[in-house]
C-alpha cells in the first residue's frame, strides 16, 4: 500500500514515510461511516427539551444593553434552521431502520449460532448439508460459519451482508424452526 501511494501522491516520499498503523487508520475512518447505522443510544440528559440552549441565549442578551432588532432576527433564523436540521436528521433516522434492524437481526442470529455448539450449531451445519443435498441444480452449499460482524474489522460488516445474501436460504430455514427461539 505504501508503493501504491507513492507512485500516485507526488509528493508522498514511500518507504520513508511508513506508517505501521495505516490499516487502521483506514479502518477507523470507514468506523466512523459506517456509525451512521448505530442504534442511537438514549441519554438522561439530552431530553429533548431546549431550556439549556434558551437559558445561554437569555445570559448572552442580558450581557448586552441595547437589543437591536438584527439580533432577534439572527436568533429566529438560527433556530429555524436548527429545526430544520433536527427535521432532516430524523428522517434520516426514519430511512435507515430497516438498515439497522437487518444488521442487528444478522448480528444476534450469528452471536446464537457460534454460542450454541450443542443446539443450534448441529442444526445449521444440518440445514447446509441437507441443502448442499438438495439443490443439484443451484450453487453448493459448503458448510461454513456466519461471518461476525467485528467493529474493528471495516470489512467484516460487508462479509456478513454478502454470507447472509449468499446463504439466504440457510438463514430462512433456521430462523423457521420455533422450538431454537431465533
Not at 53 to 64: H, I, R, S, V, Y
Not at 112 to 125: G, Q
Not at 151 to 164: E, I
Request: hydrophobic letters at 40%.
Amino acid at each position: 500500500m505504501v508503493d501504491t501511494l507513492a507512485n500516485t501522491l507526488l509528493h508522498f516520499p514511500g518507504p520513508a514515510n511508513h506508517a505501521q498503523c495505516l490499516a487502521h487508520i483506514v479502518n477507523l475512518v470507514v468506523k466512523i461511516i459506517l456509525q451512521q447505522f448505530d442504534i442511537p443510544k438514549k441519554s438522561a440528559t439530552n431530553s429533548g427539551d431546549k431550556s439549556d440552549d434558551k437559558d445561554c441565549l437569555a445570559n448572552l442578551e442580558t450581557g448586552t444593553d441595547d437589543e437591536d432588532e438584527d439580533g432577534e432576527d439572527m436568533v429566529k433564523d438560527l433556530e429555524e434552521v436548527e429545526e430544520a436540521l433536527q427535521d432532516e436528521i430524523s428522517q434520516a433516522g426514519k430511512k435507515t431502520q430497516p438498515i439497522w434492524q437487518v444488521l442487528i437481526k444478522l448480528q444476534k442470529l450469528t452471536y446464537a449460532i457460534k454460542n450454541s455448539p450443542t443446539i443450534i450449531l448441529p442444526k445449521w451445519n444440518s440445514i447446509l448439508k441437507e441443502l448442499a443435498t438438495n439443490t443439484p441444480g443451484k450453487k453448493k452449499f459448503a458448510v461454513h460459519m456466519m461471518p461476525w460482524d467485528v467493529s474493528m474489522c471495516w470489512n467484516s460488516t460487508y462479509d456478513m451482508l454478502k454470507f447472509a445474501f449468499a446463504y439466504h436460504e440457510a438463514i430462512d430455514e433456521i430462523t423457521d424452526q420455533c422450538q431454537l427461539h431465533l
